[in-house]
């Protein structure tokens, strides 16, 4: 059962420390998309790419987020230093580019406390 | 741009019955997709169903239909004969020409038992 794995669920960390966040796409797809989810802001689009490529991060904090897809398997998300307001859930997707039916499947999420 | 109007934050519907969830959409593409996702409380997104601008026929997916009117741009999903396991968030997405996953708000939906 192919599923989009993102580790570490549950990051709990004190305010100026790094943290990185991984996604491990469902194998043949080639879209990532990078998710940020909180009560106040909803489901907010932080970066994508398509085959590895960058295509949009206007979304994401340049100062101190950063996205890379250093090869097909493996897609991360890494803050520093790290702050209390982006205290939410961070959710991995993948999908296939060229059909707009091609749902976009979510992993399970990251939850990261930043103290 | 895209936008995603959902308008019902919470919902409660007695077990058994039918429930609508509005979306409406705004968008300037000419092509693109519709989808619907379930977020139970256990956090995960579920994708539930999709309709595309060209399909002439609404989508169905067991007991989710969505009432697509594309002149109102309204993607209403249509849960039949609700159970308790429909308590969630749902949330409308929509998908243009620049690929992006545009959510909504979500709507919270609680079935009473």
């Known amino acids: 059962d192919a599923r989009v794995t993102q580790t570490p669920r549950h990051k709990v960390t004190e305010m100026g420390q790094e943290v990185t966040m991984r996604c491990q796409p469902i194998?043949?797809?080639?879209?990532v998309f990078w998710y940020r989810q909180t009560m106040m802001q909803g489901l907010e689009l932080l970066a994508y790419?398509?085959?590895?490529?960058?295509?949009?991060d206007s979304g994401m904090p340049k100062d101190r987020f950063s996205a890379e897809m250093p090869d097909a398997t493996l897609a991360t998300l890494k803050i520093q230093p790290s702050e209390p307001r982006d205290s939410a859930v961070y959710f991995c997707?993948?999908?296939?580019?060229?059909?707009?039916?091609?749902?976009?499947?979510f992993g399970e999420g990251s939850r990261l406390t930043v103290l | 741009a895209q936008k995603i109007t959902q308008t019902q934050p919470g919902m409660f519907v007695q077990e058994k019955e039918a429930v609508t969830l509005d979306c409406t959409y705004d968008?300037?593409?000419?092509?693109?997709?519709l989808f619907w996702y379930k977020q139970p409380s256990s956090g995960e997104m579920i994708f539930l169903i999709y309709?595309?601008?060209?399909?002439?026929q609404n989508a169905t997916e067991g007991r989710y239909s969505l009432n697509f009117q594309k002149a109102r741009k309204s993607a209403n999903l249509v849960i039949s004969a609700s159970q308790l396991g429909d308590s969630a968030m749902y949330f409308c997405?929509?998908?243009?020409?620049?690929?992006?996953?545009?959510f909504g708000t979500g709507t919270r939906l609680t079935i009473i038992p």
């Open positions: 309709q595309g601008s060209y399909d002439e």
């Open positions: 790419f398509r085959n590895r490529a960058p295509l949009d």
């Open positions: 997405a929509m998908r243009g020409g620049n690929e992006k996953l545009t």
């Open positions: 997707a993948s999908g296939l580019v060229g059909s707009f039916a091609g749902e976009l499947f």
């Open positions: 968008t300037s593409d000419q092509s693109y997709g």
């Open positions: 194998l043949g797809h080639n879209t």
